[in-house]
Every structure is written in C-alpha cells, then in structure tokens.
C-alpha cells in the first residue's frame, strides 16, 4: 500500500474546511463530515471494547464489524459512491439470531450497565443510533447507499445483543429500569 499516511498534518483545514475522498472541499461541520464523523467515533468506542475480555463470538464479529465500519466511512466520504452492499446487513442479522437465541425473553426495559465490555457496547450502541441519524439527515439531500443506512440500524441492534450476551456469559443479570424510582 506505500506510505499514504507520511504527512499527518496538512494545514489544509486550518480554515474550518476539510477534504472529501472525491478530492472537494466542504466545511467540517458538513452533513457528510458529520455522517461519517459519527461512523469514526462508532469504530472507536468499539475499539474500547475490544480492550475488555470478551466471548469469542462478539470479539471476532466487533473486529469484523471495525473493518465494515471503515469501509462505511471510506464510502460516505465520496459523495456518490456506492460499495457497501446487503452483504454487511444480512451477517449482521445471523449474529442478531444467534446471540439473541440464547438470551432470555426480554420482558422489561433495560439500562445501559453490567459488565464494563457490556457498557462500551451499550455506548456504541448510542454513538451507531446518532451515526444512522446523521445518514437519514444527509440521505434527504444526497445521496446515499441505502445498505448503509440499513447497517447501521441493524448494527445498533446487534451492539444492545451484545451487551446483553456479555453480561449473561460472565453471569451479570441485565440492569432492569424501573419506572418512577426517581418518585421514590
């Protein structure tokens, strides 16, 4: 691949602009930028949780999952271009099923807690819901692959399966809201 890092700064966004992948300029806070501003800062509270000790199953689809994410970016930094296909979607979904297969049947809210590998999960979770706002937003003016949008809504879902699958496999039970205790 060369050295296409070999200058991390530039001075080019010195002015509140920054480089698109197409080679064009916008302002930093672009729609775009934020889009996949949003999917970076997804990749890197993953990469958190990547840190903890965690089953097998969720480290290997979290690294995997780190890959597709840089892919996503790479593609909304190209206005028009389009390489993320239902391929990402459809993994994602058997990782849904199979994780969710052996949890018990959720019948009460949850808060975001538990094991600390559980909570980087619930805070990607977050992080991936605004990344998906932010691609709605940017999908009313340009446009954008719809695999990616639906990625990241599957993605969100998988990321709260996670969570769950952590504490359970380590013996924590989920943090259960319980509505009016801030009336006790």
């Not at 909304?76 to 459809?90: D, H, I, M, Q």
Request: glycine share 8%.
């Amino acid at each position: 691949m060369g050295h296409r890092l070999s200058k991390i700064y530039t001075r080019t966004g010195d002015k509140g602009t920054t480089g698109l992948g197409d080679g064009n300029r916008v302002d930093k806070d672009h729609p775009r930028v934020e889009a996949f501003g949003d999917v970076d800062e997804l990749n890197s509270v993953i990469g958190m949780a990547l840190t903890e000790e965690l089953p097998a199953v969720v480290r290997e689809a979290l690294v995997h999952i780190q890959h597709d994410l840089f892919d996503l970016g790479g593609e909304l930094s190209v206005p028009g271009r389009t390489t993320f296909s239902e391929k990402p979607v459809a993994r994602i979904e058997a990782l849904i099923e199979r994780m969710n297969a052996e949890l018990p049947y959720l019948q009460e809210f949850i808060l975001p807690g538990g094991q600390r590998a559980a909570a980087f999960c619930h805070l990607a979770r977050a992080v991936c819901r605004r990344a998906e706002r932010r691609a709605v937003s940017l999908a009313r003016t340009e446009r954008i692959n719809a695999h990616a949008i639906q990625y990241l809504n599957r993605l969100s879902d998988l990321l709260f399966v996670m969570a769950r699958y952590i504490n359970q496999q380590a013996g924590v039970p989920d943090v259960l809201w319980e509505p009016g205790r801030s009336e006790r």
